[in-house]
């Protein structure tokens, strides 16, 4: 620790959780406690990403998430004192997960006695924590030696090549092809694999992995992707970054918070409060229908996905209190929406605008599949989230999908789920090559690294979607005893 922070004064666990039960925002960075009250409303990820570290140990999350002129030059200003404590809580990695903070919710936990399915794992019982943050931060360290980090610029020349060719596809097919149904079924598959394409695009700059300055990729991003694909980076980036720090998190992840549709845990049976969304997600009538059916509607489902998209992209950029680029975004998807009606305009008829908009939004679902496979069946649960470290906690949640090199283009870095929760500023196109070294750091310590072929990882998900579905008619069963017993009672009440 440099000089300038041996006048800091000392802080302890108890001053820490004191300071933030006063409504502090102390986030404890490389063994600085930073106050980031001035700083929250201003952080291009979004507040949630932070008020999520709030009182715990951010040091492998800030680090992954920021270029290391951010970690190492902007950070540390925010610094008001050293953080001091014990050996053994050193190693923690929350000092509040007994307290009851609004904006974030202690971590789910098998501990809590509640009895909650869970997916089956391999991983050992007794992890080394301490441990497999070392070594995950060595393995770092080797990969920013070994210049992994720089994008090769020459990878997104066949990815150029491929977004112009689908654009040019479906463009020359509504506009010069024949009237028929095959035209517009090839325009509608065209425009689907451009958007899912985009999706993988807009990602890597939402991320800054192409050039690494974030004004530009982010400005890029939008440019891109909203005048292409209509949606908003800008709520993509506050939701994703929400998702990578509290992955699979079911009270606080909204990437898994899908009722009334979808539940991936029996906690939401428990109509649980969104912290990401701010209102309880109630487990009412329709959820208990739907989550019944769940993995036999999930397909279905993913069809109307991306009308869903749009709901969220607008409902972000009219009502949001955080859009940094509201204006430049709602004036790029207004940019969408005039060429693409212009586009389906010269579409003869009504029915095959309808075919058209259809097999475009429903072979969209292939996106939604491929995003939903790396976690929807992957543990909600955390072993000890007091102690579970950055590494750990990425590792049990995500999984990868198994596909041969020439395949990559079609699943744009998902199938690297767990290298890239790992490391998400490391240039998809050097997922593969970190696969081997990630592997080796699970084996090395006893977790499960979980990974399936495409077609297997549907399978696996879609039983796990119908084990919760199973409990279903128990939890309806459940309900029905209790009031059953409660109508006997006071049935007996008014018979005295």
Not at 48 to 60: E, K, N, Q, Y
Not at 91 to 100: G, I, K, N, P, T
Not at 106 to 114: F, Q
């Given at each position: 620790?440099?000089?300038?922070f ?10 820490l959780?004191r300071?933030v039960?006063?409504?502090e925002y ?21 507040p ?13 999350e800030?680090?992954?998430m920021?270029?290391a ?6 950070m ?5 004192a050293r953080?001091v ?5 050193a ?10 903070l609004?904006?974030s919710a ?9 009895g909650?399915?869970q997916p ?7 992890l080394?924590?301490?441990?497999i943050?070392?070594?995950y931060?060595?393995?770092?360290v ?10 090769d ?12 060719a689908?654009f040019g ?5 509504i506009l010069l092809?024949?009237?028929?149904a095959?035209?517009?079924l ?5 425009t ?8 993988f695009?807009a990602?890597?700059?939402?991320h800054?992995e192409?050039?690494?300055r ?5 400005v890029l991003?939008?440019c ?11 709520w ?6 929400t998702?990578?720090?509290v ?10 918070q899908h009722?009334p ?7 939401f ?12 997600m ?6 208990r ?17 991306r ?5 969220l992209s ?5 009502f ?7 204006v430049?975004?709602?004036g790029?998807?207004?940019v969408?929406?005039?060429w ?5 305009s ?7 605008v309808i075919?058209?908009l ?6 969209s ?11 929807f069946?992957m543990?909600t ?6 102690y579970e ?5 990425q590792v049990?949640?995500?999984m ?16 690297f ?7 998400p ?11 081997p ?5 699970c084996?090395?310590?006893g977790?499960?690294?979980k ?9 696996y998900?879609?039983r ?11 939890y309806?069963?459940r309900d ?5 017993a409660?109508?006997?009672?006071k ?5 005295q």
């Open positions: 620790m440099g000089k300038r041996g006048k800091l004064p000392l802080c302890t666990a108890s001053e959780r300071r039960q006063q409504g102390l986030v404890i960075i490389d063994g600085l406690v930073c106050k980031l009250n001035g700083f929250i409303g201003k952080h291009p990820g979004g949630l990403s932070i008020m999520h570290m709030v009182g715990r140990d951010a040091t492998d800030a680090r992954s920021h270029p002129e951010v970690f190492e030059g902007t540390p200003r925010w610094a008001v953080f404590t014990d050996e053994k809580a190693a923690q990695a929350s000092y509040v997960e007994d307290l009851d609004p904006y202690p971590r789910s936990t098998l501990a809590d006695g509640s909650h399915a089956e794992s391999s991983s050992a019982t007794d080394d924590y301490a441990a943050q070392r070594d931060r060595q393995l770092d080797q990969l920013r030696e070994e210049g992994m980090y720089r994008c610029y020459g990878d997104y020349a066949c990815e150029a090549a491929r977004y112009v689908l596809i479906a463009c020359g097919l092809g024949p009237a028929s095959w035209t517009y090839a325009a509608g598959v065209s689907a694999l451009l958007w899912q394409q985009l999706a695009f990602h890597d700059l939402g800054n192409l050039t690494g974030r004004e530009f990729d982010m991003g939008i891109v992707a909203d005048v292409l694909g209509g949606l908003s980076v800008g993509w980036k506050k939701n994703h970054n998702h990578h720090i992955t699979n998190d079911v009270d606080n992840d909204p990437d898994i009722l549709f979808l539940a991936v845990s029996t906690r049976f428990e109509s649980r409060y969104s912290t990401y969304y701010r209102r309880v109630e487990f009412d009538a329709a959820a229908m739907f989550v019944a059916l769940q993995d036999k509607l999930y397909y279905l489902i993913m069809c109307f996905a009308y869903n998209l749009y709901f607008w409902n972000y950029l009219l949001s209190d955080f859009a940094p680029y509201r430049l975004e709602m790029c998807i207004g969408f929406f005039v693409f009606s212009w586009l389906v010269h579409i003869p008829t009504w029915s095959y075919l058209y259809s097999v475009a939004h429903s072979i679902a292939v996106l939604h599949i491929q995003i939903t496979l790396s976690h069946a543990s649960e955390s072993p000890d989230p007091v470290c950055f590494a750990a906690r049990r949640t995500t990868d999908v198994i596909c041969p090199t020439w395949l990559d283009w079609f699943h744009g870095g998902l199938q789920q767990i290298e890239h929760h790992l490391f500023r490391l240039p998809r196109h050097k997922l593969r090559r970190v696969q070294l990630v592997k080796d750091l084996r090395k310590h977790m499960e690294f990974e399936f072929s495409f077609i297997d990882g549907n399978v998900t879609l796990w979607l119908g084990e919760v579905a199973s409990r279903v008619k128990l309806n069963g029905e005893h209790s009031a059953q409660v109508a006997s009672f049935k007996s009440l008014r018979t």
